[in-house]
């Protein structure tokens, strides 16, 4: 199975955005437009079924979300405190 | 509190009250009056650069941010009709939108470099000069006047025009998807303004929210009233309104005391916004219009907020959003919000359907419960479309006393009570997040996309929030494949305004016919609604 990293980019890139924008891991996702609130949405509920992490909605925020790269970096952290195996 | 007599005298005025105070707020740094109406003149030296005249269109291609503010601002400073664009529009959606109006030059910036940029290519572009954006290797096809250029320019002094002069336009999708230009002059500006001073009782220890994006009528409160009033616009970019999470935050950090946006926005702070954990006691009012607030949210929310007041702002963007219904209380059960009734500056009727077309004499209001089209009568109206006498002729009537009045195309119903409320449509229009949406311009956009011999568009409800449209779509007679969704969002895309493109498009076999031979659209779009699920949500 591919990275985490590599999924969640391919996911953002071909489904939330459908294949319109090239992203990389620190494009800006929300400035540029490449997401709306939709997507973000959506993009919670995949972490959320791909890592096993509880996203509370306290931390949709803007530090945490606006790259790919903060995402992974939030992710890596949630699943140390709620104890769940990094890949 | 003297009377600007154009929009243009606005900035330099409050910066002339009272130089000091805040301007426009963004990101945790302030602009005072002084330093905005010192950016708006050096900007507005800019334009003069450029070569812009008065009467000219400028686009105004932006992010939410204080450039787009002072961009505003300077336009009509210098007597030439501002054309806000969407930055996430198609290159091909907005060179139709400059092309249309004439613009030559857009101000612009960083952030929105690549996309003001594609406006200048194209077939025949119409724009040659971008304001804001440094002249580099990409700029080889367009004259760039960047900020340090920009930033060495002496201040220009307002240009003096007449108050019905055309200051700004406001773009919308017209039924057949042609954008159309809603015309506002200097005049029907300043009445909003004065409109909304009153309805408020705004001042200048307040801080309004700027929300809307600046191609939505909604962004013209805070823009033209807070220098009238000397308060501060405090900038919502487009990302926080994405995190309701941040939104809040952002909201109690910069202590905004006037909310105005889309119900959309409050029902993701009711949801997600964390507001236990914010302090939003500076907020005195929550506007909210554009579309139907569900009343079991509007009272969950006031329950969260019972300091602030609240209240539901009616009017299409042609008259300005001109009258406002206060709530005395929670709405009860699940009646409509009324929409307000006249006030000063407006007088609003309602014209019974079965007399319509009967020449433009309306005749006495329907009894209480029975339908009606909604008229409005305002100083905030309009002057026109932007060259489409047509468009006019079919919405402007003169009154039996010769003063116009416009045909919203809303329907509506009065209550025993002499409240009016909003029912719906006479066409297809649609609302999704407070932007209007034609359906049959989306139809008559993807029947012309390679392959496709109808189109359906509808409003999906998810179940998870917001409405969506979807597309149903019948391959035309002989084609070897089923149209590529790709292709067709692309090609919508190109031809319709961001908040328009569809975000389904589902294909269509089996097409129900009405007793005419037409397509039975009505049930069509039932069935697609029923039909359309999220992607990923199959499975729960």
């Known amino acids: ?87 | 509190m003297d009377d600007a007599p154009t929009l243009g005298e606005l900035v330099p005025r409050a910066a002339e009250r009272d130089g000091d105070a805040p301007a426009v707020c963004h990101g945790g740094t302030t602009l005072t009056w002084a330093d905005a109406a010192l950016q708006a003149g050096r900007l507005g030296a800019a334009l003069d650069l450029a070569g812009v005249a008065a009467g000219d269109r400028v686009g105004v291609h932006l992010r939410k941010s204080p450039e787009a503010f002072l961009a505003m601002h300077a336009v009509v400073q210098r007597g030439a009709i501002a054309v806000p664009l969407d930055p996430t529009a198609a290159p091909a959606y907005l060179t139709g939108v400059t092309e249309r109006t004439g613009c030559a030059v857009v101000v612009t910036h960083a952030p929105c470099r690549r996309s003001a940029l594609a406006l200048a290519g194209g077939d025949h572009p119409t724009v040659h000069t971008l304001v804001g954006v440094a002249p580099g290797d990409d700029t080889a096809a367009v004259r760039c006047i960047g900020p340090d250029e920009i930033a060495g320019l002496d201040p220009a002094a307002p240009r003096a025009v007449s108050a019905d002069h055309p200051a700004y336009i406001i773009t919308t999708s017209g039924s057949t998807g042609v954008p159309k230009g809603i015309t506002h002059t200097h005049a029907s500006a300043l009445a909003y303004v004065d409109f909304k001073r009153a309805a408020y009782d705004l001042r200048p220890s307040d801080r309004i929210s700027d929300i809307a994006p600046n191609h939505f009528d909604i962004s013209t409160m805070a823009l033209w009233v807070t220098p009238a009033v000397g308060a501060a616009n405090v900038v919502v970019t487009e990302p926080h309104q994405m995190l309701p999470a941040s939104l809040s935050q952002l909201a109690a950090d910069e202590r905004i005391s006037i909310w105005y946006s889309v119900p959309y926005l409050l029902t993701q702070l009711l949801d997600r916004g964390q507001l236990d954990d914010r302090d939003l006691s500076a907020l005195r009012w929550v506007l909210f219009g554009g579309e139907m607030f569900p009343p079991q949210v509007l009272a969950a929310l006031m329950a969260r907020w019972p300091g602030a007041r609240f209240s539901n702002v009616y009017g299409p963007a042609e008259v300005n959003a001109c009258t406002v219904h206060h709530l005395d209380g929670p709405p009860r059960g699940e009646e409509p919000i009324a929409v307000g009734g006249p006030v000063d500056t407006t007088e609003v009727r309602l014209v019974d359907l079965d007399i319509l077309g009967d020449g433009d004499d309306p005749g006495p209001e329907p009894e209480p419960g029975r339908p009606g089209e909604i008229w409005v009568c305002a100083r905030t109206m309009m002057a026109g479309y932007w060259e489409r006498p047509d468009l006019d002729a079919a919405s402007i009537v003169a009154g039996p006393d010769g003063r116009r009045w416009y045909r919203t195309g809303d329907l509506g119903h009065r209550r025993p009570t002499g409240e009016l409320v909003f029912t719906g449509r006479v066409d297809h229009q649609v609302k999704v997040r407070g932007h209007r949406i034609e359906l049959e311009a989306i139809e008559a956009v993807l029947e012309d996309a390679p392959g496709v011999a109808n189109a359906v568009a509808a409003v999906a409800r998810p179940g998870d929030g917001a409405d969506v449209i979807v597309a149903g779509v019948v391959a035309s007679a002989g084609a070897a494949e089923p149209p590529n969704p790709q292709a067709l969002r692309r090609h919508a895309a190109d031809h319709l305004p961001a908040y328009a493109i569809p975000v389904a498009f589902l294909p269509l076999t089996a097409l129900p016919t009405t007793g005419s031979g037409k397509l039975d659209r009505r049930t069509i779009r039932a069935e697609l609604a029923a039909r359309y699920r999220p992607e990923g949500k199959e499975s729960t």
């Open chain 1, 1 to 87: 199975m591919r990275d985490l990293a590599s999924r969640l980019l391919s996911f953002v890139q071909d489904d939330v955005c459908n294949g319109s924008v090239e992203l990389a891991l620190d494009t800006d996702l929300l400035l540029t437009g490449a997401v709306d609130s939709l997507g973000v949405i959506r993009i919670t509920q995949w972490l959320e079924d791909e890592t096993g992490i509880m996203v509370d909605p306290g931390h949709v925020t803007l530090e945490n979300f606006q790259t790919i790269e903060r995402m992974l970096t939030y992710v890596g952290k949630q699943q140390a405190e709620q104890g769940l195996a990094a890949e």
